[in-house]
Each structure stands twice: as structure tokens, then as C-alpha cells.
């Protein structure tokens, strides 16, 4: 069952719960993008405050996910969807673990974030590890739009900025290290950075995981693992399959 199969039933009910869930894992989505915005401002903008209303917040998160999760287990329960409609179950099921999880770094950030705050700050104003904010809060919001879309095409490409975004940790990494042998002075300095940059790392992951939910719900396939040459391979294959309507 291929992607115009998604969202037609005999139950016009059944049709509106699919939906209501799937607006809910948008909602969800929209504030942790919201969570990752401030976060990455409280940084920039030496704001403690703002850092810690980013952890406080998480609760919300939380309690959403449970929400979709209960919605999700009634589905199952009540509705036994079969085909297309389990996998668009399925992938809400997991999708909502890993925006939680997103949730659960960007918490991570504005603790650190808060206290950066307190500490001198270098010239640069962690330029590089805005940078790799604002890769990351790409990647997080084209998964999100791949979803609503049930965009193969797009998520294979955030699929691929993940390259990047790992290629960009590893960076700040190693410079973290030098600058701690060089002045042991910048070491709490320098483990916040880099504990951030992984927390921004892992969310880059979280969101790759999103577009690979993507492309199974759409297409059937399981591409986690599979490296990207043959996730391109499925996505074109599907969409082919697509395009001449068999």
C-alpha cells in the first residue's frame, strides 16, 4: 500500500482519528522545536533564566507523548488496522519516542546553557557551536515538515545532512580538546561546550530517525542501517512504484 492509500477508509471515524493523531505528533513536534529554539538562545544570549525555563518546560513534552502513546494503544486495540494504516501507527509510535527524546537534549542544552551564562565568554561567541544549532534545527524541522507531507524525498535529503552535523561535532570536539591541553584553565568551560555539541548531535540523530519512520510509513521498507546510497535506492524505487500507480 503506497502513499495515496494513507488516509482513506470505510470509517470516516477511523479517518478522523488517524488524523487527530497525526496533528498531535505535529503539535508535539512544533514544541520541541520551540524547546530547541530557546535553548540555542539562551546561549547565545547569556540567559540563564531563559535556560532553565527550556528544562522546566519539559514536562509538557512528556506528558504529550504519553497522550499520542494512549491514543496510539486505543487505535490498535479498537480499530486492528492492517497494511498502511499499522505502519502510520507504527511510525507515530516511534516517532513521538524520539521527539521526546529531542526534548530530553534540548533540556540538556539549556541547563548548560544557564551556566555558561555565569562565565567568561570567548571572542567568538561559540560561533561554531551555533552553526551546528542551526544544522540541527534544519534537520529537525524538514523531519517535521517530511512528516506532514509524508515527503520520502525530503526526508531522504534530511537523511543526509546528518553527515554534516556528525562531521561538525567532531570538529568541536577535537577543538575543545586542544584548547583543553593548551589551558587547563577552560576545562569546565570547554566539557559544557562539548556536552552541548553532543546533546545537538544526538537530536540530529533523532531527527534522521523521524525521516526513516517517513520513508517506512510510505513505502514499507525499513531502511535503518542501510547506509544512504540504499535508501536513495528505495526512495526512487518507491516513488517510481508511485508515479505508475502500481
Not at 470516516?12 to 512544533?30: C, K, P, T, Y
Request: glycine letters at 6%.
Amino acid at each position: 500500500m503506497e502513499v495515496e492509500d494513507l488516509g482513506h477508509h470505510i470509517s470516516r471515524r477511523f479517518n478522523e482519528d488517524l488524523e487527530r493523531v497525526r496533528n498531535s505528533v505535529l503539535s508535539m513536534g512544533g514544541l520541541v522545536e520551540e524547546q530547541l529554539d530557546r535553548a540555542i538562545k539562551a546561549l547565545s544570549d547569556a540567559d540563564s533564566r531563559l535556560g532553565l525555563q527550556v528544562a522546566e518546560d519539559d514536562v509538557k513534552v512528556n506528558r504529550m507523548e504519553v497522550s499520542i502513546d494512549e491514543e496510539c494503544s486505543r487505535i490498535l486495540a479498537t480499530r486492528a488496522p492492517t497494511a498502511g494504516d499499522l505502519r502510520l501507527v507504527i511510525a507515530i509510535i516511534k516517532t513521538i519516542t524520539d521527539l521526546e527524546r529531542i526534548g530530553d537534549e534540548a533540556e540538556k542544552i539549556g541547563v548548560l546553557a544557564a551556566r555558561l551564562a555565569s562565565v567568561e565568554r570567548p571572542t567568538t561567541n561559540y560561533r561554531e557551536l551555533r552553526n551546528l544549532a542551526r544544522h540541527v534545527k534544519q534537520m529537525v524541522h524538514g523531519a517535521l515538515n517530511a512528516f506532514a507531507r509524508l515527503d520520502t524525498k525530503g526526508a531522504l535529503e534530511v537523511v543526509k545532512a546528518d553527515d554534516t552535523v556528525d562531521e561538525e561535532y567532531e570538529s568541536i570536539y577535537r577543538q575543545g580538546i586542544t584548547f583543553m591541553m593548551e589551558d587547563p584553565r577552560t576545562i569546565t568551560r570547554m566539557m559544557d561546550l562539548t556536552w552541548m555539541a553532543r546533546a545537538l548531535e544526538r537530536i540530529g540523530d533523532h531527527a534522521k530517525n523521524i525521516c526513516e519512520y517517513v520513508i517506512f510509513m510510505v513505502h514499507g521498507k525499513d531502511v535503518r542501517h542501510i547506509g544512504i546510497k540504499n535508501i536513495e535506492a528505495e526512495v526512487e524505487q518507491g516513488s517510481r512504484r508511485v508515479e505508475s500507480g502500481s
